[in-house]
Nanobody, 122 residues
């Protein structure tokens, strides 16, 4: 059983910053790679970033590379998404997931948090 709880969303101006947190729990949580996805109104859920618990391997969608940073705090079983230089098109509900990295691609194993809303104003 894996449980994920996101927090840290809110309203920011374009060019601003925000940090999202994902608190993870479960007996097997360390066996998963962690990822962030987002879903904007009227669009499909899309991949944002992924990381393994060692922090050695990180992956980013082209749309956020250079602006977002994913990291972990293993003592707290928490994954973070630091978002800088935010744009209105970053507006979405952001979800944390537990999954796997295969040949450099991230796939969710079906575990999701409840989501946290990020809104970026012009």
């Amino acid at each position: 059983q894996v449980q994920l709880v996101e927090s840290g969303g809110g309203l920011v101006q374009a060019g601003g910053s925000l940090r999202l947190s994902c608190a993870a729990s479960g007996r097997t949580i360390s066996s998963y790679a962690m990822g962030w996805f987002r879903q904007a109104s009227g669009k499909e859920r899309e991949f944002v970033a992924a990381i393994d618990w060692s922090g050695i391997s990180t992956y980013y969608a082209a749309s956020v590379k250079g602006r977002f940073t994913i990291s972990t705090d293993n003592a707290k079983n928490t994954v973070y998404l630091q978002m800088n230089s935010l744009k209105p098109e970053d507006t979405a509900v952001y979800y944390c997931s537990a999954g796997g990295l295969y040949s450099g691609r991230y796939s969710s194993s079906g575990y999701w948090g409840q989501g946290t809303q990020v809104t970026v104003s012009s």
